[in-house]
């Protein structure tokens, strides 16, 4: 059974930082390019950053850059999104996703249940 777990999420005050982790299991997560996609309150989703699924390459949404830094553990199965300097438009619901592309028409995508992120005074 594909799962994804996502952890770490709290109350935060502004400037402040948290780390969220994304434990996979049930599929091959070093095959899998992954991705932190967020949620805010009465907003669509929105796609945070990106990390190919050897770890060689990084990107990030604009209001993000240089205060979120992405890594994954291969040997763990974990993915990870540091995030410093919160604001409060950061307050979300983070979800992470991890896409296995065995060819251009068969691309498999898998999500997990997200977790909170609150920031506010």
């Known amino acids: 059974e594909v799962q994804l777990v996502e952890s770490g999420g709290a109350l935060v005050q502004p400037g402040g930082s948290l780390r969220l982790s994304c434990a996979a299991s049930?599929?091959?997560?070093?095959?899998?390019?992954m991705s932190w996609v967020r949620q805010a309150p009465g907003k669509g989703l929105e796609w945070v950053s990106f990390?190919?699924?050897?770890?060689?390459?990084?990107t990030y949404k604009d209001s993000v850059k240089g205060r979120f830094t992405i890594s994954r553990d291969n040997a763990k199965n974990t993915l990870y999104l540091q995030m410093n300097s919160l604001k409060p438009e950061d307050t979300a619901v983070y979800y992470c996703?991890?896409?296995?592309?065995?060819?251009?028409?068969?691309?498999?995508?898998?999500w997990g249940q997200g977790t909170q992120v609150t920031v506010s005074s």
């Open positions: 996703n991890a896409r296995l592309q065995r060819s251009w028409y068969e691309v498999y995508d898998w």
């Open positions: 990390i190919t699924n050897g770890g060689d390459g990084t």
């Open positions: 049930g599929f091959r997560f070093s095959s899998c390019a």
